[in-house]
C-alpha cells in the first residue's frame, strides 16, 4: 500500500477521483470519528492517526478518507496545519456559531441583509442589558467599568476604538455566564466586522459613541432596565446609519 505523508494529510487532494458510493463511506468514517471525539477516544488538541492508519482501520480509499476530512473541517471538528496531521477539535458553542458562518457571509450582499442581521444583534442585546440592569454582580459592573474605561481612553486612536468597542459589548454577553452568548457575540463581530470597518471613524464620533455606551452603563449601575434597553436601542440604531450610507456610497 502506498505511504502518504502528513503533509498529504493536511491538504486533502480534489475529490476528482470519487466513484459512486464514496459519499456514504465518508459519512461513515466521519461519524465513527465524530463519536470518538465527543467520547474523549480521540483527545481535543490532538493529532488525528495519520491517513495510512485509518485507510487500514476503515478499509477505505484515500479519496473516502479525505473526504471525511473535510467534512469534519468544515464542521469544526478538525483543524488543519501546514505539513501536520489535523488536529481534533471538540465542539463547543462557538465551533457550532463558527460552522455556519461562510453560509451567513455570502447572504450579507445588500443593505437590507445586513440589516436584517443587526436587527437580530439589536433585539438580543436588549434583552443583556435590561438582564444586566436587573442582575448584574458588583463583579459584573466593575468588569464593565473597566471595558468603558478602556473605551474612554481608546477615543483618538480610531481602530483601537473599534477593538475595545466590540469589548465593550461583549462584557454584556458575558455577564450572562451562558457560553452560548459569548459565542453569539463573537458570531456578530466577524460577520458584521467587513460592514463596520468601511465606516469613516474619527475622534469626534467616537466621543459620541463612547457617551452612548456611558448611558447604558449608567443605566446598568442604576438598576434602571427601561433606560437601559432605551439607550442601547438608541446607540445601535445610530451605529446602523452610520454603516447605511457606506452601502449607498458604494452604489
Known amino acids: 500500500m502506498a505511504q502518504h505523508s502528513e503533509h498529504d494529510l493536511a491538504?486533502?487532494?480534489g475529490?476528482?477521483?470519487?466513484?459512486?458510493?464514496?459519499?456514504?463511506?465518508?459519512?461513515?468514517?466521519?461519524?465513527a470519528l465524530e463519536a470518538e471525539i465527543l467520547s474523549g477516544t480521540l483527545p481535543d488538541g490532538r493529532?488525528?492517526?495519520?491517513?495510512?492508519d485509518l485507510i487500514q482501520r476503515f478499509g477505505a480509499s484515500r479519496t473516502v478518507i479525505r473526504e471525511a476530512i473535510i467534512m469534519m473541517s468544515a464542521r469544526g471538528m478538525l483543524q488543519s496545519r501546514p505539513r501536520h496531521r489535523p488536529i481534533v477539535k471538540r465542539p463547543d458553542y462557538r465551533t457550532a456559531v463558527d460552522s455556519i458562518g461562510g453560509i451567513i457571509r455570502h447572504l450579507l450582499v445588500d443593505s437590507t441583509d445586513v440589516r436584517n442581521l443587526f436587527d437580530t444583534r439589536i433585539f438580543i442585546e436588549r434583552g443583556l442589558v435590561?438582564?444586566?440592569?436587573?442582575?448584574?454582580?458588583?463583579?459584573d459592573i466593575e468588569m464593565l467599568a473597566a471595558a468603558l474605561e478602556a473605551n474612554r481612553a481608546a477615543i483618538d486612536d480610531s481602530e483601537d476604538f473599534y477593538r475595545t468597542d466590540t469589548e465593550f459589548h461583549?462584557?454584556?454577553?458575558?455577564?450572562?455566564?451562558?457560553?452560548?452568548f459569548p459565542a453569539v457575540h463573537a458570531a456578530y463581530a466577524a460577520w458584521l466586522s467587513p460592514h463596520w470597518l468601511r465606516m469613516q471613524r474619527y475622534p469626534e464620533r467616537n466621543r459620541v459613541n463612547y457617551g452612548s455606551h456611558k448611558a447604558i452603563f449608567d443605566a446598568i449601575v442604576e438598576r434602571d432596565p427601561e433606560a437601559a434597553e432605551r439607550a442601547l436601542t438608541d446607540h445601535l440604531r445610530s451605529a446602523w446609519e452610520y454603516v447605511r450610507v457606506t452601502f449607498d456610497s458604494a452604489r
Open 11 to 13: 491538504h486533502p487532494a
Open 15 to 31: 475529490l476528482e477521483d470519487e466513484v459512486p458510493g464514496d459519499s456514504r463511506a465518508a459519512d461513515a468514517v466521519v461519524s
Open 47 to 52: 493529532p488525528l492517526p495519520a491517513e495510512r
Open 130 to 139: 435590561r438582564d444586566a440592569a436587573l442582575s448584574a454582580t458588583k463583579a
Open 170 to 180: 461583549g462584557v454584556l454577553y458575558r455577564m450572562t455566564r451562558n457560553p452560548v
